[in-house]
């Protein structure tokens, strides 16, 4: 079996080129053509010896994503699906703005945590992807787009983790991803423009905080565990408490002096006034006396099974009004994609009329929904450790 490159981070691929007989300086020129020229295969590697490329020919490939579909919308989103095999696929989504140019990629086959609002917590958890599956949507996204574009500059500025899945349940995947997202050699993406976005697995964040601090991203959605307990189920286990504790200790290693809430925005759910007040209390008695978090609502994406709705915008500006006035900076996500369903929690209702993966499904729903229980659990004991 040969072994796929793109696994690994520049580390991984020294480790594996030696064990090949190679020096370090050729894992580099290795990882620099797959990353940064977009090679997938050894033959265009030009300046490796034939006998090295004949080499890695016998031991090893570099095996992109089967993708399954590519939606262009009319606002330049674009959203590609992934073919993850028995009946999974994931997405990656590509927002162009006027300062930065965002994909938004996937870290998880579905997702055990189950949140109420959320598609992909409908799902059910299916699998893991893997270190390659995660830096292979970032590889094809930025050379494809660089192809259709006739360019060679870099096209992608900012990565966030905000497809499908829950990251911090997928660490030991997630870290030599974003190492190479992050590697000169490679993508040179600085830690301020790599998010992960996480629901809250309290001694995950602590460990990304020494092992690869980019920006963080907290899905907070209720200011009481009451609520949180219910719209979040992983709140039963690491409550808003806990959580915004591990919040203030991660800034210590953030890249920059916030932290970002997510808060999506549920008619008569979480939207009241009131609510912003108890959210205002909340971050201030986490660290008083500092701005130390942005808000960014965003307007619920409403899907059937879901039976919620998205707050109406009077509602959800007076809710960002309370928060300004006190000081946080709040902004409001526009929502993007809406021709290609490519906006947030939308992701995974597409994957399902695509792959026609419900009525699949169907069948193993009851185990699918025991196993992603038994996951959650060997998560948390297999990478909280
Ligand atoms: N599992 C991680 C990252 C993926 S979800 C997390 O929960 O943070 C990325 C963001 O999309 C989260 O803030 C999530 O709360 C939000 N989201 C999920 N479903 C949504 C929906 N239907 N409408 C709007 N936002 C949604
Ligand atoms: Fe998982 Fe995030 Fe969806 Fe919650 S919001 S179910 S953590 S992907």
């Known amino acids: 079996m040969k072994t796929n490159l793109l696994e690994f981070d520049l580390a991984g691929l020294v480790a594996f080129c030696e064990s090949l007989g190679e020096k370090r300086f050729r894992a ?49 989103t674009v959203k590609w699906l992934f073919d993850v095999g028995d009946g999974n696929a994931v997405e990656a989504v590509f927002i162009p703005e006027d300062d930065r140019a965002t994909l938004c990629i996937s870290s998880q086959a579905g997702c055990a945590v189950g949140c109420r609002f959320c598609s992909t917590g409908h799902q059910g958890f299916s699998r893991n992807l893997t270190a390659g599956e995660i830096i292979a949507q970032l590889w094809f996204a930025e050379h494809s787009l660089r192809r259709s574009s006739g360019t060679t500059e870099r096209v992608i500025s900012n990565v966030v983790m905000m497809g499908m899945g829950e990251p911090l349940q997928n660490y030991s995947a997630l870290v030599p991803a974003l190492r190479t997202m992050l590697d000169d050699h490679a993508y040179g993406l600085s830690r301020r423009r790599v998010t992960v976005s996480t629901s809250g697995v309290v001694p995950m964040m602590d460990r990304l905080a020494r092992d690869c601090p980019v920006a963080l991203a907290v899905s907070l959605h209720a200011p009481d565990d009451v609520l949180r307990d219910h719209l979040v189920p992983l709140n039963r286990k690491y409550p808003l408490r806990e959580l915004l504790d591990a919040c203030v200790r991660y800034l210590a290693s953030a890249p920059r002096d916030f932290i970002t809430f997510e808060y999506c925005m549920l008619d008569g759910v979480n939207d009241r006034a009131e609510q912003a007040h108890q959210l205002v209390d909340l971050v201030r008695a986490a660290l008083p006396g500092k701005s130390w978090c942005k808000f960014n609502l965003i307007p619920f994406n409403p899907f059937p099974a879901s039976g919620l709705s998205r707050s109406p915008p009077p509602a959800i500006d007076a809710f960002a009004e309370v928060l300004s006035h006190a000081g946080i900076v709040t902004t409001v996500r526009k929502t993007r994609g809406d021709d290609i369903d490519a906006a947030c929690g939308q992701l995974a209702g597409e994957v399902r009329d695509r792959t026609r993966a419900a009525e699949r499904m169907a069948s193993r729903r009851t185990i699918s929904i025991h196993r992603a229980k038994a996951r959650t659990f060997d998560c948390k004991e297999a990478d909280i450790g």
Request: glycine share 4%; proline share 2%; charged share 25%.
């Open 28 to 76: 580099i020129q290795i990882y620099r053509w797959i990353h940064q020229q977009g090679a997938s295969d050894f033959a265009a590697m030009t300046d490796l010896a034939k006998s090295l490329r004949f080499k890695l020919e016998q031991n090893a490939c570099i095996e992109p994503l089967k993708v399954a579909s590519e939606h262009r919308s009319k606002d330049g």
